[in-house]
């Protein structure tokens, strides 16, 4: 399950129960009335919407592609002027 915190950084948790959950560095992370809390920080966090996710994939291909583009015009042109 993927988690947006208040400072907007995001965690991905595991869950281990209906409820609470680890996330990479195995913090464990509780389901509260106000939204998921980290119990080591006590950050709390809510989970990202479906939307949202698949936005930032969406971006992250997209840049990939310009990246991808623009090192084979690269490459051309460096072809070319041999």
Request: a neutral charge; one cysteine or more.
């Amino acid at each position: 399950m993927t988690l947006r915190t208040e400072k907007g950084g995001q965690v991905v948790v595991r869950l281990d129960n209906w409820g609470d959950g680890v996330d990479e560095l195995n913090s464990r992370w509780v389901l509260r009335p106000e939204g998921w809390e980290c119990l080591e920080t006590r950050e709390t966090a809510r989970e990202v919407p479906p939307q949202e996710r698949w936005r930032f994939i969406t971006a992250v291909l997209v840049l990939g592609m310009i990246g991808v583009a623009v090192i084979v015009f690269a490459l051309a042109l460096i072809a070319r002027s041999r």
